[in-house]
């Protein structure tokens, strides 16, 4: 079982206490990781026992024997990101606990900072050699999202990276790809015959993916102010979302292969058209300016330009503060040549994936009406992923952290691929006009029914 230092850069933050901390105390208690420690660092004065004291409440049903041991083994630094000495100290730290709780050495370093920290980490990290791996002893960085603020914010971080660490120490966080029905979309398209041949543009019409969210920003104002939705949750999260809906079948279904084709469907992505929007009220949030063009809501266009998606559109809708919490993606087939004398079909075959809430697939069919010769009705044939018993879907972070440890990557972003994000949303930025205001807890502004009839398009909502 492994034996791990878990460092976690910018422990005060919100990530680690809401679903880092929560993660290491899952893998203990699961009987994932064995022998561990656990040092946080950050730049305010604290004790970790506070810090602690604030995660626990993110976690359900506490063991107590289970967080004796984690706060046992757990430690707190004060810690400035661009000081070396901070780095030697820390080092002096990890030797001693090491030794201390007779750990390996194998060193986990999760930047829970944001992106404006990388560089310099990255830089003091290597600088220093906290993390060199020596022999067996391996060290993995951790970047959490967002990883930049635009494409040469990113290469920059990228090419800092690349200069120091190999790219198989780094893990770059989506943590969408660690959800159960984001994992599902390739086993679902795969394993199954009945969907690949017909996972195309002679027989897909479009493609509707959804990330709607009831919450609004949470304290997060003055963070969200300058990244918006396109920057938030498109650049990553969806076109992620879209990728491995798009890509071609890999040669099998793991790390590299996998990443291969997503990169390739991300390379040729092409903006057609964009609706933004910003919820009434959202100037007057706290570390919000007061004349912020920020959007909060976006509908989008795009098309793959490659042969098997010819002609497909893919849509894209997501917004703050939105009528429903709803995370899907909805794959509209072509219409069949209707043969009934009477009532064809109003709508075509539907197959939708709920990445949350209410995990699963379905697949929508025609049914005849019961007792009607000629009339038929849609089938929901429906999977439901909670509805299997005894079945404890992990958290994202559970997944991600475990793969990590593990040294596997497949669940985490490249560094081409984050740059074809980028390139995405300089496209989609490029066509940045109007904001239209929406009212919160509705269904996104009203101009959206322009762009639906625009483009012929019915958004699932
Ligand atoms: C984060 C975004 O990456 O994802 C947030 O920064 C968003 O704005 C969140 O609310 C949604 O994640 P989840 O797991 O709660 O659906």
Known sequence: MPEITFIILGVTGDLAKRKIIPAIYKLIEENKIEKFALVGAA????EMKEILKEAREFIKDVKENIWQRLENNAYYQQFDFYDCQHYRKLGKILRNLESKHQLPGHRLFYLATLPDHFNAITLNLAKTGIAKEQGKKWSRLVYEKPFGHDLPSARKINRG???VFNENQVYRIDHYLGKELVGNIAILR????????????SNIQSVQIHFREKIGLEGRGNFYDKYG??????QNHMLQMLALTAMEAPQKLTGKFIRDEKAKVLKVIKVKDLLLGQYSGYQKEKDVDSNSSTETFAA?????NNKRWKNVPF?????????????????????VHCLLSASCPSDTNYLTIRVQPDEGFSLELFAKVPGKANAVMPAKMNYCHECIRDLRSPEAYEILLEDVIKGDQ????RSDEIEYQWKVIKQILRKKNQIYEYNI???????LSLFEKKHHLRWRL
């Open 161 to 163: 990276i690349a200069r």
């Open 300 to 304: 989008v266009k795009l098309s793959i």
């Open 229 to 234: 939705a396109l920057k938030d949750v498109v």
């Open 315 to 335: 849509y894209l809708i997501t917004g703050k503060n939105l009528d429903k919490k709803e995370v899907k993606i909805d794959i509209k087939f072509k219409s």
């Open 410 to 413: 497949s669940l985490f972003v």
């Open 190 to 201: 795969f394993t199954n015959r009945v969907l690949e041949p017909l996972w195309d543009s």
């Open 441 to 447: 807890g509705s269904a996104g502004p009203q101009e």
């Open 43 to 46: 730049r305010r004065e604290l």
